[in-house]
């Protein structure tokens, strides 16, 4: 294999696919990129088994060939190249010998065949969506994964097509967010997947918010294709909570508030909270809110906001993070808050199909 590159296109490649590497596997295959050349293409390549990433990066190839590098290594000795161009030469026994200007590395790979083969998706049903829309969906979602490996099924986002309508539903089962967007999909196009929070991550750091994606559905595996990056992942084996049944029906006296006011003055009383003590005390008034937190140790911090309500007044304890976790991706101006007993869940409702349930704490 014999290539010439821009140090900078490699380097960003390098730095995509790299981020899933485990520094704990106990296969030594496992830490190292594969780079397969073919063409004008530098295909390079990692996977922890679960998870396999991509990226394709143009090059020059004199010699076509493919060969697996330590891929920390690797990236190390790109981002510090002083030219602009790289030159990459494998020789026999996979040794791979660097140079940009008068820096020169050699590095020992191991051969592409000890890599593990990634599942093909020819032949599979897909849908294409804007790239904007899926990145959109999973920053109001992320946050409700759970982070409890004992409910492994809730360590995901539950993603349904259906009825020309793209979601995805997470819950820790103290909140849950659902996100729907309608979408010109294939008619009758319906499925069902639960994808890891690791395969999340990684889409959500290299969506673009321009272009498409490609979103392709095997029976226990998903692949995502955009930006000439390809991100292949196992699914969570199971069946994920029955959303539908925790959803409570709109309410009629709802507490319309500022949610720039409202945010600031959640983590304005939140300053007081604990690990012992995570509950703030909101108190609904006629046309005021009243947020407050009191700590022995500390003190006392208190707020109020106007809103409008003419409802049952009321006192919910709530963990404030999930109130800010929700605030923080809504786009509206004022927020509409459902509320109607301070032992039910709180429901905030987004356009037309996005809710976000947080249930409230016992205040102490």
């Known amino acids: 294999m014999k290539i010439k590159l821009s140090r900078d296109d490699l380097l960003r490649s390098v730095q ?30 990692t996977t922890d088994l679960d998870l396999g990433v991509s990226c394709a990066v143009d ?5 076509d060939g493919a060969v697996t590098i330590p891929a920390k290594k690797f990236s190390d000795i790109i981002r510090e190249l002083p030219g602009d161009e790289v030159d990459i030469v494998v020789k026999k026994n ?29 032949n599979k049903e897909f849908i294409v969506i804007q790239q904007a829309v899926l ?10 994964i759970s982070k409890d490996e004992t409910r492994y099924i809730l360590n995901g986002i539950l993603l349904e097509v259906e009825e020309g309508v793209i979601g995805m539903i997470s819950t820790d089962g103290r909140r849950l967010a659902l996100v729907k967007k309608k ?16 395969t999340i991550y990684e889409l959500s750091r290299n969506l ?32 994920f909570p029955d959303y539908t049944q925790v959803i409570p029906k709109p309410v009629k ?44 140790d500390l003190g006392e911090a208190k707020d109020e906001l106007d809103i409008e309500y003419g ?33 039910k869940p709180a429901v905030i409702r987004s356009g037309d199909e996005n809710i976000f349930i947080v249930l409230p704490m016992q205040l102490v």
């Open 183 to 198: 979408q010109d999909l294939p008619q009758g196009f319906k499925k069902k997947a639960v994808i890891p929070v690791k």
């Open 94 to 122: 996979n040794s791979t010998h660097i140079r940009s200007e008068q820096a020169y590395f050699k590095l020992m790979g191991i051969s592409k065949d000890e890599f593990p083969k990634l599942p093909a998706f020819e």
């Open 253 to 296: 006296n709802k507490v319309r508030v500022n949610k720039k006011d409202f945010l600031r003055a959640i983590k304005r009383v939140a300053l007081f909270t604990n690990p012992d003590s995570k509950a703030i005390k909101v108190d609904i008034l006629k046309n005021k809110m009243i947020l407050s937190k009191n700590s022995p």
């Open 208 to 239: 673009s918010i321009r272009g498409e994606v490609r979103i392709i559905f095997s029976d226990n595996q998903i692949c995502f294709e955009f930006n000439g990056i390809t991100i292949i992942s196992r699914l969570i084996e199971g069946d």
């Open 59 to 63: 090059v020059r190839a004199e010699e």
């Open 135 to 144: 990145k959109n969906i999973l920053e109001k979602t992320v946050f409700a």
């Open 16 to 45: 995509i696919v790299q981020n899933i590497i485990s520094t704990q596997s106990t296969l030594p295959i496992l830490s190292n990129l594969l780079m397969d050349v073919r063409g004008n293409k530098a295909h390079l390549t």
């Open 311 to 343: 409802g049952n007044e009321m006192s919910i304890g709530f963990n404030p993070v999930y109130l800010l976790d929700v605030l923080k991706v809504l786009e509206e101006e004022m927020v509409s808050l459902e509320v109607v007993d301070p032992q």
